[in-house]
């Protein structure tokens, strides 16, 4: 399957600093970018929907000015904490979703970011 | 708004044995997909089967198998044989056939094998 990265894998920060959560797909172009948020031992949840070009959808509940998402290229997405504190410390997942013809596009996904705010 | 339920947030299975892990959606579409994903320690999700709603046969992939049943909005999924490798963190997953939209998920389950 493609493959999608993320960096940095890992990351500690202090309290009130910015953090910014690279993604990309390494060997197909990515017209909609997922960003999820895991705690230990739960669900996926999802934070937003990206596509190329376009403003991020933000799920109810979640903060945009918060986490702000850019999906500025077909292969790159970030994701940045801003003023970032201990509550936001989690796993970040990436994923990505290319298009093609058909209905059906695999989505894949990037290993993830822990991020640890002190 | 779709929902997936996972009711058996723990199973377990002793290796070569066979283990059904369930699932149930919620959904007033009439085309969609469905996903078995698998999590291991590592974290990276691994896509283990797919099935479209369309499709009355059930999917199967080499040890792992489906059983959907659409008008009861259950899916449910079989690892035969088990091997200690399958261990890990199951998510059931829901995506619309709309394009851009998200995959929805379970809470999951916790499958250890046991030797």
């Known amino acids: 399957g493609a493959v999608v990265s993320q960096h940095p894998s890992w990351v500690i920060c202090k309290s009130g600093t910015s953090v910014k959560i690279e993604c990309r797909s390494l060997?197909?172009?990515?017209?909609?970018m997922f960003w999820y948020r895991q705690f230990p031992k739960q669900s996926l949840m999802l934070m937003a929907t990206?596509?190329?070009?376009?403003?991020?959808?933000?799920e109810q509940g979640v903060e945009k000015d918060k986490f702000l998402i850019n999906h500025a290229s077909l292969t790159l997405s970030t994701l940045t904490v801003t003023s970032a504190h201990p509550e936001d410390s989690s796993f970040y997942i990436c994923?990505?979703?290319?298009?093609?013809?058909?209905?059906?596009?695999?989505?894949?996904f990037g290993p993830g970011t822990r991020l640890t705010v002190l | 708004a779709q929902t997936v339920t996972q009711s058996q947030p723990e199973m377990s299975v002793q290796e070569a044995e066979t283990v059904t892990l369930s699932c149930t959606y919620d959904?007033?579409?009439?085309?969609?997909?469905l996903f078995w994903y698998k999590q291991p320690p590592s974290r990276q999700m691994i896509l283990v089967i797919r099935?479209?709603?369309?499709?009355?046969q059930n999917a199967t992939e080499n040890r792992f198998s489906v059983n959907f049943q659409k008008a009861a909005k259950s899916f449910s999924l079989k690892i035969s044989d088990s091997q200690l490798g399958d261990a890990a963190m199951y998510f059931c997953?829901?995506?619309?056939?709309?394009?851009?939209?998200?995959?929805?998920f379970g809470k999951g389950t916790t499958l250890s094998v046991s030797s």
């Open positions: 994923s990505a979703r290319g298009s093609g013809a058909g209905s059906y596009n695999e989505q894949f």
């Open positions: 060997d197909f172009q990515a017209t909609t």
């Open positions: 990206s596509n190329e070009g376009s403003k991020a959808t933000y």
């Open positions: 959904t007033s579409e009439s085309d969609y997909y």
């Open positions: 099935q479209e709603a369309y499709k009355q």
């Open positions: 997953a829901y995506r619309s056939f709309q394009a851009g939209t998200a995959l929805i």
